[in-house]
């Protein structure tokens, strides 16, 4: 009985009814096809990774770690110290203070994942302009196309995310990794890796602002 009614209706109402499957078809395959466009885009944007054929970016030579957010780098034979944007490190090399908290794991690290006289690229942002009132090179460091050295020291909680004066590329990832970590605890979050809590890195000295060159 079920079977004949429905099959009475199908017939009588068939091109509303499947009408009506197309559009929620439509809809919902819409819908999916916007959501995977959008997290690729984010994904692009947001420092997962560096399109090397695209020519933005500069390859340099590790010289020396001078901390967790400053490196000395060749460049086509001519030495630049650059000063990572987004993040910023507990202090290790202000004559003016002691070694801040986490400074020294900070600054190691940076030396693990950026090994002397390997080949990292340099990107930079124009938000950011091109150098810092010390003349140093403003850039994204990646160690390969898909690693961020910035993310990396956020992420594993070595770095705070910085943001300087005006918003930059990859700022939203930067924060959102920062989130994270602190609510993993990671590194210099962690409860016992600091006698007291960790400081924002509003309240450090901002590397920018130092009246020393380091």
């Not at 197309?22 to 690729?40: I, M, P, Q, R, Y």
């Not at 196309?145 to 300087?164: L, N, P, V």
Request: charged content about 30%; proline content about 5%.
């Amino acid at each position: 009985m079920f079977e004949k009614v429905f099959k009475k209706k199908l017939t009588s109402r068939g091109p509303a009814f499947l009408g009506l499957i197309v559009l929620l078809l439509a809809f919902f395959g819409f819908n999916a096809v916007f959501d995977w466009a959008e997290e690729s885009a984010e994904g692009e944007n947001f420092g997962t990774f560096l399109d090397i054929d695209a020519g933005e970016f500069s390859s340099a030579k590790v010289i020396r770690v001078i901390d967790g957010d400053t490196v000395e780098v060749l460049v086509d034979s001519e030495t630049h110290k650059i000063r990572i944007i987004g993040i910023d490190t507990p202090e290790t090399v202000d004559p003016r203070k002691p070694v801040e908290c986490f400074g020294l794991e900070a600054y190691e690290k940076a030396k693990e994942l950026l090994k002397k006289d390997s080949i990292v690229y340099l990107e930079p942002d124009p938000s950011q302009g091109d150098k810092d009132r010390y003349s140093r090179l403003l850039r994204y460091i990646w160690i390969d196309e898909h690693s961020d050295f910035g993310r990396i020291m956020i992420e594993e909680g070595y770095a705070y995310e910085y943001t300087y004066n005006l918003p930059y590329k990859y700022q939203s990832i930067y924060k959102k990794a920062q989130k994270e970590s602190e609510e993993e605890k990671r590194g210099l979050w962690a409860d016992d890796a600091c006698v007291s809590s960790p400081t924002p890195s509003t309240k450090l000295i901002p590397a920018f602002d130092l009246v020393y060159i380091r």
